[in-house]
């Protein structure tokens, strides 16, 4: 059955090691020819050395073949996987930077939001000259498989004007689906409904979650015939870890009914409510690990990550190579949509697809994220039917700041792309108008080498925001020390305010704190900063 699947953007270790790991667990599957291609011709060296030492140690005859010449690797592919970052970290640097002086603060800026937003512009590119190669070199009806953010508008632009049948992957179902498991585990355990012996796996916890990629919710959550949603709250609460770490998702939980898949510092960016004022912010982040919020977290990783990348790969070669066993296989969807679809064996997972009437108040021609099943047949997605309505009215927005992203992606359209920003939650939230217009204008300029799409409209903006220095109507940018802010002058300060915001709030919401205590508190916390 030796099926040939082209990985584009193999540099990315986490991803391609990991993904040919899982395919090569399946028995079935043991001859596969893996094509890697990557435009980083060291990285792309690097994995392909450590994937290929992982095959031989487990003694399977799976080839892998590796260039820098994409259409090479996509010629006669089954299958194609995309975990490309265009433009890179430089690229991405700006993403989080320039919104920062603007005031917009960000922890992630992949997805939504004015990093997110730009992400679109770099990637969408990209990937429809991707699709076009499919088209013409790989075998027809050839699955495009993506990874890459912004998963919900790459997934849109590829299936609408890339003419590849396109699926979009994420893994945040999964994540959060292991914390209602150990809420559950925790609630029940109080309750003595099951020993303190006991501990619960995901397969004990039955979940449905619908909504955009990001933007997903549990709609549904059962263990031992017990409805969790209307207890989510509680359960949630319940969790020692969860209230210090995931405080932005418990309090929309708090607020709609239904908790969401994507963690505190995703989602805390992609909403109005939480990081539209500076000294806020530290009230709902937590900074014991860069996803629950930091400023510029997700940045500050992923260049860690590139030079522990070039420093430890002597390390991993001398490392044990990897076993393909069952135990050892992630839960990431690839191996598994490719085993159903190659043996039949049927798999139930989340996809991100194009709406077609399975969630019933979002547009019919978005991109949403939904339960699906995979057979030999194909990929079948149920009707969900309508989302509660805080949730719907959320995913609304984001759709439609999606819908004219993608749109000013492809057709290079300055005016369609401010108003995606515009429209974006928090970047209204935080700016007026023209601070959007001018942060747009020096965005596209600082990434202008990534988006030839824009190639003629770079002069103008350039034009404009000169006009706007000479008009003394240039906007007054903040400060900032890389991705940081400097008004937050260190973690321990971040952590006091973050504790005084929630001594205040706990106090306030009692009425045992009157409104000349708070202002106190404020006025002393602001003598302290200075």
């Not at 395919?23 to 392909?48: C, G, Q, R, W």
């Not at 590829?158 to 609630?187: D, F, M, P, S």
């Not at 989302?387 to 300055?414: F, I, K, N």
């Not at 900032?480 to 973050?498: H, I, P, T, W, Y």
Request: hydrophobic share 40%; aromatic share 8%.
């Amino acid at each position: 059955m030796m099926k040939k699947i082209t990985f584009i953007g193999a540099g990315s270790i986490g991803f391609t090691r990991r993904l040919v790991a899982d395919i090569l667990t399946v028995p079935e599957m043991a001859d596969t020819l893996f094509a890697f291609t990557d435009i980083s011709k060291a990285n792309l060296d690097m994995v392909t050395q450590l994937c290929r030492r992982d095959i031989k140690a487990n003694k399977l005859p799976a080839k892998i073949q590796s260039t820098t010449n994409r259409r090479k690797a996509l010629t006669d592919a089954d299958y194609v996987f995309c975990v490309v970052r265009q433009g890179g970290l430089e690229a991405f640097q700006t993403d989080i930077e320039i919104p920062l002086q603007y005031g917009v603060d960000q922890c992630v800026g992949d997805t939504l939001c004015a990093g997110g937003i730009m992400y679109g512009q770099r990637t969408i590119h990209t990937l429809l000259e991707f699709c076009r190669d499919i088209r013409e070199v790989s075998k027809p009806g050839a699955m495009f498989l993506n990874y890459s953010n912004p998963m919900a508008m790459n997934t849109w632009a590829c299936n609408k004007y890339g003419g590849v049948k396109t699926i979009g992957l994420c893994h945040g179902v999964q994540g959060a689906h292991h914390q209602i498991t150990k809420c559950t585990e925790i609630w029940a355990k109080k309750k003595k409904l099951i020993s303190k012996d006991v501990t619960l796996s995901t397969k004990d916890v039955d979940v449905i979650a619908a909504g955009l990629n990001h933007q997903t919710w549990f709609t549904k959550a059962e263990w031992n015939d017990i409805d969790l949603i209307p207890i989510m709250l509680e359960l949630f609460e319940g969790n020692p870890e969860y209230v210090k770490t995931e405080k932005v998702r418990i309090d929309v939980l708090k607020r709609f009914g239904y908790y969401s898949t994507e963690s505190n510092g995703h989602l805390s960016e992609y909403l109005p409510w939480y990081r539209k004022r500076a000294k806020e912010i530290p009230q709902w982040i937590d900074l014991g690990n860069w996803i629950n919020g930091e400023t510029g977290g997700y940045l500050r990783a992923c260049t860690e990550s590139r030079n522990w990348f070039e420093h430890d790969f002597p390390n991993w070669m001398k490392a044990d190579p990897w076993e393909f066993t069952p135990g050892n296989r992630s839960e990431e969807h690839g191996s598994y949509i490719l085993e159903g679809l190659e043996t039949g064996r049927i798999y139930r997972g989340h996809f991100n697809v194009m709406n077609d009437g399975v969630i019933t108040n979002l547009p019919d021609e978005c991109c949403i994220e939904v339960p699906g099943y995979v057979d030999k047949t194909g990929i079948q997605i149920p009707v969900v039917g309508d989302l509660p309505l805080a949730c719907a009215a959320t995913c609304s927005v984001s759709a439609r700041v999606q819908q004219m992203s993608v749109e000013a992606a492809v057709h290079g359209d300055v005016n369609l792309l401010k108003q995606a920003m515009l429209h974006d939650p928090l970047t209204g939230a935080v700016c007026n108008p023209e601070e959007i217009w001018q942060m747009t204008d020096d965005m596209l300029i600082a990434q202008q080498q990534w988006l030839p799409q824009y190639k003629s409209a770079i002069p103008a903006a350039k034009k404009r925001l000169t006009a706007a220095t000479r008009n003394k109507t240039r906007v007054k940018l903040l400060k900032n020390n890389g991705a940081a802010r400097l008004k937050l002058k260190s973690v321990d300060q971040m952590q006091k305010n973050a504790e005084e915001h929630r001594a205040m709030a706990a106090a306030s919401d009692k009425g045992n704190m009157t409104k000349g205590a708070m202002r106190k508190v404020a006025v002393k916390r602001k003598a302290k900063a200075a």
